[in-house]
């Protein structure tokens, strides 16, 4: 039974490559970033997509991707405090329910499952965008909640050197140097970067008499790495693209604020590296991907004894071919493969597994006003696991894009992570994969366009069930096991308008969202922790003659932190604010400036329960650019 | 129009939030327990380790029935703190060890108000009182921590080498095991001296007293079986020990009437005599989900087990009569896992 799965798998495998590999026709387009001022929310691919813009990239340019992410959109992310592990637990999926790639590959940490975003540096990053929908397994499968999907890449019609420098409140500073060159056929940017802070921000200690000021204590973090990402046109008209980059981060952790003594350390080295191989023919769009991706995760605590490591490697290939029968009609196969091995000290040896991911999906405009769009996936790893994931789409679009409504199903599915497998004690090599059932429903409309001027409204609505979550719980004995124990019941609605403006030399946009998430286990019939039920935000960009300015206000309601939900953090509102502007427009040389200032009115906060997070601090962040 | 704009900037840069309400939040309203002279049952509650800091004392009155919940966090309007471990009374003072924030808590018996509070331990377990001094625990120490009761300094530390645990005065003996080595010490109360050491099986960390002797229960939690001994206090050797091949998850080791004793295994409480050779048989098999404590009150006749149920959601003590009829039924806090007398 295993022979003949690896003898379908290698066949897939071959008949991938050779798609790729046959044609001759060439795109010779080098796509470049282009600059949005406001985040772009599109259908593409019959997924909700959201993407970065530019002035957020810009003002947070010297923080990590968990900064850069919640403090430019209604994203709500969990962690100990700033630069320490971050996490999201979107629409109540769990953090191993959201999927990260960059530039296409996974990288989630297979060990845990979740993807720590403070553990990359926005610097590295040249664009992001998030996906959401029943078909987002068509980019990677497990994600019940979004895709993001990190890129960086090489781009530029000339040669530029990039010095990007800042100073921020409580001892952070940064430095970020980057280096384009286009020789040939060849366009490359190799990326510097080092970040360190104290974070030993004053708080008002509410757990102790008095509730006394104190010093965030033993919170300094350090984060430095290099980049590397390529794109070259080969003969033939093949395009082959790569990237490298080695991220270090070592974190003190900062103690509870109920405790007197704090050690505890967590040095994370992280090595990904892709090579992409495309080529385009005239009825055929194909690529191929190799990929190779190493963390290193260490956790040490002197007081308790504890020395913790955690390695894990995994090698990856990604092919897809898509082939359009005419232009109303698409047929692709995509393949994603696996080779992850582990070892950590809560394994009694090294662990392996292979996974793959084939994918088929067809894309059909009906008429002038709807299409559909379908998607099957078989998830499996050659022994008992084998999942098959569908969605199924209806797209209306009318008016000249001005009305596109989206109605989508599908089924998705979530691989334990090895931790959950194999660590002992409790670890537990029969758990099933977490399942999730969704419907969504998604609306956008152009209620105003004239002249420079945009309205547009957009709405969501989904309804999700997911089974057999898994869950760490004591069973027999008190000792704690890993469990299909939760099914979890969602309902949401993410509401937004937004107002566009724009002319020759100014632009702006004005926006508010609203998030409702209803995330409930369905056997207690209570609500999960961590899940914000609403989220509320108001944004504000402007640019003009080459100056900007950003507003975001972000009110975050209670959160249950018990799953009896007797105890809960409150609500909370913050209002952060930025600027920038060119200080100098020579021939060789440009220097802009930005500074913001986050959490405007010192608002007292916690993102997690005793864990105190910073009040107003301000960045000044200075970029210098030759040639 | 520029001025108004610089008033409003500066009345955005001095605004300071100065509420208190930012912490993890309950419904308030919770009723102290009165003082008087009624027995009650004191019951620590861990809370969840590490993310919820939200360990939590509760009062059980004896006679009324009546439960009072979140006792210390009402009465001084702070949090216990995370792994409220275990308890001890000296005259009309209760000493708290809360765990994981390295703390002591000393608080009035009598309106369980604050009297002081000791830090920087690094991870406090019990405490055991002798003439003007007290003796501390930890779990990752490697010493046991001496104070002046008085002063409240700490005056001596004894070496160990290990974590300890259990914490017993026996004439001017202090008797403690290093739970991972197996290692039951004999150590002088006075001149603070390690003065015999006897090697048996590791985790020991179960002991009651009965008569002259110990009694210990070496817990298993990866698959090896637990093991009883009895260890005479005189001479310190071992008079008898049996393996409890049956009882896998055996912890919870109490004396029970004379010259017996009570265990418990999973959801299960199992009873033994004196005699090691005889049979263990089941005591009582309720409804509980992962019993973490016991306690049983000679005067009353009655025994108390503490249900951690998921060791995430709110425990429960249940009240048993000597004759195994259930009397109550206590919901408490999260993970109870220590239970004191105040008869």
């Given at each position: 039974m295993a022979f003949r799965k690896i003898l379908i798998y290698v066949f897939f495998q071959l008949f991938c490559s050779f798609s790729v590999l046959q044609g001759s026709e060439v795109d010779t387009n080098i796509q470049l970033r282009t600059a949005e001022i406001s985040a772009k929310l599109e259908f593409e691919n019959f997924l909700k997509v959201r993407k970065s813009d530019s002035i957020s990239r810009i003002l947070f340019m010297n923080e990590n991707m968990a900064e850069w992410l919640q403090k430019s959109s209604f994203l709500h992310f969990n962690t100990l405090g700033y630069g320490n592990l971050a996490s999201i637990n979107f629409r109540g999926t769990g953090a191993s329910?959201?999927?990260?790639?960059?530039?296409?590959?996974?990288?989630?940490?297979?060990?845990?499952?979740?993807?720590?975003?403070?553990?990359?540096?926005?610097?590295?990053?040249?664009?992001?965008?998030?996906?959401?929908?029943?078909?987002?397994?068509?980019?990677?499968?497990?994600?019940?909640?979004?895709?993001?999907?990190?890129?960086?890449?090489?781009?530029?019609?000339?040669?530029?050197?990039?010095?990007?420098?800042?100073?921020?409140?409580?001892?952070?500073?940064?430095?970020?140097?980057?280096?384009?060159?286009?020789?040939?056929?060849?366009?490359?940017?190799?990326?510097?970067?080092?970040?360190?802070?104290?974070?030993?921000?004053?708080?008002?200690?509410?757990?102790?008499?008095?509730?006394?000021?104190?010093?965030?204590?033993?919170?300094?973090?350090?984060?430095?790495?290099?980049?590397?990402?390529?794109?070259?046109?080969?003969?033939?008209?093949?395009?082959?693209?790569?990237?490298?980059?080695?991220?270090?981060?070592?974190?003190?952790?900062?103690?509870?604020?109920?405790?007197?003594?704090?050690?505890?350390?967590?040095?994370?080295?992280?090595?990904?590296?892709?090579?992409?191989?495309?080529?385009?023919?005239?009825?055929?769009?194909?690529?191929?991907?190799?990929?190779?991706?190493?963390?290193?995760?260490?956790?040490?605590?002197?007081?308790?004894?504890?020395?913790?490591?955690?390695?894990?490697?995994?090698?990856?290939?990604?092919?897809?071919?898509?082939?359009?029968?005419?232009?109303?009609?698409?047929?692709?196969?995509?393949?994603?493969?696996?080779?992850?091995?582990?070892?950590?000290?809560?394994?009694?040896?090294?662990?392996?597994?292979?996974?793959?991911?084939?994918?088929?999906?067809?894309?059909?405009?009906?008429?002038?006003?709807?299409?559909?769009?379908?998607?099957?996936?078989?998830?499996?790893?050659?022994?008992?696991?084998?999942?098959?994931?569908?969605?199924?789409?209806?797209?209306?679009?009318?008016?000249?894009?001005?009305?596109?409504?989206?109605?989508?199903?599908?089924?998705?599915?979530?691989?334990?992570?090895?931790?959950?497998?194999?660590?002992?004690?409790?670890?537990?090599?029969?758990?099933?994969?977490?399942?999730?059932?969704?419907?969504?429903?998604?609306?956008?409309?152009?209620?105003?366009?004239?002249?420079?001027?945009?309205?547009?409204?957009?709405?969501?609505?989904?309804?999700?069930?997911?089974?057999?979550?898994?869950l760490w719980q004591p069973a027999e004995g008190a000792i704690w096991t890993a469990q299909n124990l939760q099914d979890v019941e969602i309902l949401g609605n993410e509401m937004e308008l937004n107002y566009d403006f724009k002319s020759n030399k100014k632009s702006g946009t004005l926006g508010a969202a609203w998030a409702f998430t209803d995330a409930v286990d369905a056997k207690n019939n209570v609500e999960l922790i961590y899940v914000p039920r609403h989220v509320f935000t108001v944004q504000a960009r402007g640019s003009w003659n080459d100056k900007f300015v950003f507003y975001q206000f972000k009110s975050t309601a209670r959160r249950f932190i018990s799953s009896e939900n007797d105890l809960w953090l409150p609500n909370f509102q913050l209002h952060q604010i930025g600027f920038g502007a060119n200080l100098y427009d020579g021939k060789k040389v440009k220097l802009m400036a930005n500074f913001s200032v986050n959490n405007l009115l010192n608002t007292n906060y916690m993102l997690m329960a005793w864990r105190p997070m910073p009040g107003r601090n301000y960045s000044l962040n200075i970029q210098m650019q030759l040639w | 129009m520029k001025n108004a704009f610089f008033f409003f900037v500066l009345l955005l840069l001095g605004a300071c939030t100065e509420d208190l309400d930012f912490g993890p939040q309950s419904e308030k309203g919770t009723v102290l327990p009165v003082d008087n002279s009624a027995s009650k049952l004191w019951i620590l509650n861990e809370g969840n380790f590490g993310w919820g800091a939200n360990g939590s004392l509760s009062i059980y009155d004896i006679q009324s029935n009546e439960v009072y919940n979140e006792v210390f966090k009402n009465t001084n309007n702070y949090p216990l703190g995370d792994v409220a471990h275990s308890l001890t009374f000296d005259d009309s003072l209760a000493y708290i060890a809360v765990n994981n924030s390295n703390k002591i808590e000393i608080i009035h018996k009598r309106n369980y108000r604050q009297i002081a509070q000791i830090s920087n331990l690094i991870s406090p377990r019990k405490i055991a009182f002798y003439k003007d001094v007290f003796f501390v625990s930890d779990l990752y120490a490697e010493k046991i921590s001496v104070f002046d009761k008085q002063s409240l300094n700490q005056i001596h530390s004894i070496e160990t080498g290990d974590w300890n645990e259990d914490l017993f005065i026996h004439n001017n003996l202090l008797i403690t095991a290093n739970v991972n080595k197996g290692e039951l010490l004999k150590i002088n109360a006075i001149t603070y001296r390690i003065e015999q050491k006897i090697t048996l099986e590791p985790q020991l960390t179960s002991f009651c007293f009965s008569e002259n002797s110990l009694w210990l229960l070496a817990e298993k939690i990866t698959g090896e079986v637990p093991k009883i001994y009895e260890v005479n206090l005189d001479d310190f050797q071992v008079k008898q020990s049996r393996l409890l091949e049956d009882f896998p998850f055996a912890r919870n080791l109490i004396a029970f009437k004379n010259k017996e004793f009570l265990f418990s295994d999973g959801n299960r409480v199992m009873h033994f005599q004196e005699d090691l050779s005889k049979p263990i048989q089941i005591w009582l098999k309720g409804d509980f989900s992962n019993i973490n404590y016991m306690v049983y009150s000679k005067s009353l006749k009655e025994l108390y087990i503490a249900d951690a149920k998921d060791f995430v959601q709110s425990g429960t003590v249940f009240r048993y009569a000597e004759n195994k009829t259930l009397l109550a039924e206590i919901p408490v806090g999260r993970i109870p896992g220590f239970m004191l007398l105040n008869e």
């Open positions: 329910g959201t999927k990260v790639l960059w530039n296409g590959l996974p990288i989630n940490n297979g060990l845990v499952g979740q993807f720590d975003f403070a553990g990359i540096p926005s610097f590295f990053i040249d664009n992001f965008q998030f996906s959401i929908g029943a078909a987002t397994f068509q980019k990677t499968s497990g994600a019940l909640g979004a895709v993001f999907d990190l890129q960086s890449f090489a781009a530029g019609n000339k040669p530029k050197v990039l010095l990007n420098s800042s100073i921020a409140s409580f001892g952070a500073k940064s430095v970020g140097l980057s280096l384009h060159f286009n020789k040939k056929n060849l366009l490359s940017a190799t990326k510097l970067f080092y970040r360190e802070a104290a974070n030993d921000f004053h708080f008002t200690n509410i757990a102790a008499p008095n509730f006394p000021r104190e010093k965030n204590e033993h919170a300094g973090n350090k984060q430095f790495g290099a980049q590397y990402d390529f794109v070259s046109q080969l003969k033939h008209q093949f395009l082959l693209s790569g990237s490298m980059h080695v991220v270090k981060t070592e974190r003190q952790l900062p103690k509870l604020i109920t405790a007197k003594l704090a050690a505890e350390t967590q040095d994370d080295l992280s090595f990904r590296s892709f090579l992409k191989l495309r080529k385009d023919f005239q009825k055929l769009k194909s690529f191929v991907s190799l990929g190779f991706t190493f963390d290193d995760l260490r956790y040490e605590n002197p007081l308790a004894g504890i020395y913790s490591k955690g390695l894990f490697y995994n090698s990856i290939f990604r092919g897809q071919s898509v082939y359009h029968f005419s232009e109303k009609t698409q047929l692709g196969f995509a393949n994603l493969s696996q080779f992850q091995q582990a070892e950590n000290f809560g394994f009694t040896q090294s662990v392996q597994r292979l996974m793959y991911e084939n994918s088929l999906f067809f894309t059909h405009q009906l008429n002038k006003y709807f299409s559909i769009h379908a998607n099957v996936q078989q998830v499996g790893d050659f022994d008992s696991l084998l999942v098959f994931n569908q969605s199924l789409s209806l797209n209306f679009d009318a008016f000249e894009n001005k009305l596109a409504l989206k109605l989508s199903a599908g089924t998705n599915s979530n691989i334990p992570s090895l931790n959950d497998l194999y660590w002992m004690p409790g670890g537990n090599p029969n758990l099933l994969s977490e399942r999730s059932k969704s419907l969504n429903f998604d609306a956008r409309v152009v209620i105003l366009e004239k002249r420079n001027h945009r309205i547009i409204f957009e709405n969501s609505s989904f309804a999700q069930n997911i089974n057999d979550k898994i | -």
